[in-house]
């Protein structure tokens, strides 16, 4: 049986991270027949559902009180089980902060060779207990079953009220753009599985990253009554950003020379230190994402770089911006202004 210290947990994943997801289009073509069968019509008090593809379900049980519901898992991007823990439970939260919830208890959800020392699931589990016991919620129960490949997650249950619900959708011409973490986890996270000379500093740049919570800024945006927000995970700034502009119906316009770059994500993406979550991104996004003929290809690459436990993007009035973006830097350690929303077709524009 190996033991802790004996495994690599990232030697057991085909994919690392948010990497692993579906890519957007393939994902569209999946949920459309649910989304038929289930009008949004015939369910009312189901406020957020599959019509919208937001961050995560959201159903109203009084005027004043609605449930937040979501769920995600995915294999270790890092070796150490222990952190493995905490970045996928900081992931699985980051959904309740980015409708602008706050967090009640979560179940966990587990996959797990049966030739590994269990002490390992152990170390996973507590993990990511520390994450929830910080986000102010409880771990009350879950599910593990058998399987090749390690995989661990959270199911979350949080709550707010109707009315402070922040959906991808309500960007508006004139508003600012806001990033609250900087890019290149799955570059750096590839370079490190791959062994690519110095990729210690990056990495731990990013473990960094991964491990912070979104609450605060979450918090913030929602008391500055924000008009849009959504994190950035999987399908990358370029696939969230089209989302927003999708759901808004305005051009999202992103400077990619303000863009907030993890330490050497540009270097190793030169290197080839890429993703497949980040092909199936440039693939499957197509025209609703137009990079400048000018974008450098590293540039490029971190904008379609999947992200694990990314930050949020947020829209709001241009007169908020500035005071927002010092308030989350304070208090949270970092924000960025990387663009603004536009008059114009729901496409992301990068220059």
Same mark, same amino acid.
């Given at each position: 049986?190996?033991?802790?210290?004996?495994?690599?947990?990232?030697?057991?994943?085909?994919?690392?991270?948010?990497?692993?997801?579906?890519?957007?289009?393939?994902?569209?073509?999946?949920?459309?027949?649910?989304?038929?069968?289930?009008?949004?019509?015939?369910?009312?008090?189901?406020?957020? +559902?599959? !019509? #919208?593809?937001? =961050? /995560? @379900? $959201?159903?109203?049980?009084?005027?004043?009180?609605?449930?937040?519901?979501? &769920?995600?898992?995915?294999?270790?991007?890092?070796?150490?089980?222990?952190?493995?823990?905490?970045?996928?439970?900081?992931?699985?939260?980051?959904?309740?902060?980015?409708?602008?919830?706050?967090?009640?208890?979560?179940?966990?959800?587990?996959?797990?060779?049966?030739?590994?020392?269990?002490?390992?699931?152990?170390?996973?589990?507590?993990?990511?207990?520390?994450k929830v016991q910080e986000s102010g919620?409880?771990?009350?129960?879950?599910?593990?079953?058998?399987?090749?490949?390690?995989?661990?997650?959270?199911?979350?249950?949080?709550?707010?009220?109707?009315?402070?619900?922040?959906?991808?959708?309500?960007?508006?011409?004139?508003?600012?753009?806001?990033?609250?973490?900087?890019?290149?986890?799955?570059?750096?996270?590839?370079?490190?599985?791959?062994?690519?000379? +110095?990729? !210690? #500093?990056?990495? =731990? /740049? @990013? $473990?960094?990253?991964?491990?912070?919570?979104?609450?605060?800024?979450?918090? &913030?945006?929602?008391?500055?009554?924000?008009?849009?927000?959504?994190?950035?995970?999987?399908?990358?700034?370029?696939?969230?950003?089209a989302e927003m502009a999708q759901h808004?119906?305005?051009?999202?316009?992103?400077?990619?020379?303000?863009?907030?770059?993890?330490?050497?994500?540009?270097?190793?993406?030169?290197?080839?230190?890429?993703?497949?979550?980040?092909?199936?991104?440039?693939?499957?996004?197509?025209?609703?994402?137009?990079?400048?003929?000018?974008?450098?290809?590293?540039?490029?690459?971190?904008?379609?770089?999947?992200?694990?436990?990314?930050?949020?993007?947020?829209?709001?009035?241009?007169?908020?911006?500035?005071?927002?973006?010092?308030?989350?830097?304070?208090?949270?350690?970092?924000?960025?202004?990387?663009?603004?929303?536009?008059?114009?077709?729901?496409?992301?524009?990068?220059?």
């Open positions: 049986m190996a033991t802790e210290g004996a495994v690599r947990l990232t030697e057991l994943a085909s994919c690392a991270g948010c990497a692993a997801k579906f890519g957007p289009a393939t994902l569209a073509q999946l949920v459309r027949p649910l989304r038929e069968r289930f009008d949004a019509a015939d369910f009312p008090a189901l406020l957020v +559902g599959l !019509e #919208r593809s937001d =961050d /995560a @379900a $959201v159903y109203q049980l009084t005027d004043e009180l609605a449930v937040i519901q979501t &769920l995600d898992f995915f294999p270790p991007v890092v070796d150490d089980p222990y952190t493995y823990g905490q970045i996928a439970a900081a992931n699985a939260l980051s959904d309740v902060y980015a409708m602008g919830g706050e967090v009640l208890f979560a179940l966990n959800i587990a996959a797990f060779p049966e030739d590994l020392d269990p002490a390992l699931l152990a170390e996973i589990f507590r993990g990511g207990a520390d919620g409880v771990i009350a129960g879950g599910h593990t079953i058998i399987d090749a490949e390690p995989k661990y997650g959270l199911a979350v249950t949080g709550v707010i009220h109707p009315r402070d619900i922040l959906r991808k959708g309500g960007a508006r011409p004139g508003d600012a753009l806001l990033l609250t973490k900087p890019l290149g986890t799955g570059i750096l996270m590839t370079a490190a599985k791959q062994r690519f000379p +110095g990729h !210690e #500093r990056g990495l =731990d /740049a @990013a $473990v960094a990253s991964m491990l912070r919570l979104n609450r605060t800024a979450s918090q &913030l945006a929602r008391a500055a009554r924000v008009h849009a927000m959504t994190d950035v995970t999987g399908f990358a700034l370029a696939g969230h950003a808004s119906n305005a051009t999202i316009a992103i400077d990619a020379g303000a863009l907030p770059e993890l330490t050497d994500a540009r270097r190793f993406a030169r290197a080839g230190a890429l993703t497949g979550g980040g092909g199936r991104n440039l693939a499957q996004l197509g025209e609703r994402v137009r990079p400048g003929s000018a974008l450098d290809a590293s540039l490029r690459d971190l904008v379609y770089d999947p992200q694990t436990s990314g930050g949020l993007l947020i829209a709001l009035p241009e007169a908020a911006a500035e005071p927002l973006r010092r308030s989350i830097e304070e208090r949270d350690g970092g924000c960025w202004r990387i663009g603004e929303v536009r008059a114009g077709p729901p496409v992301v524009v990068v220059t």
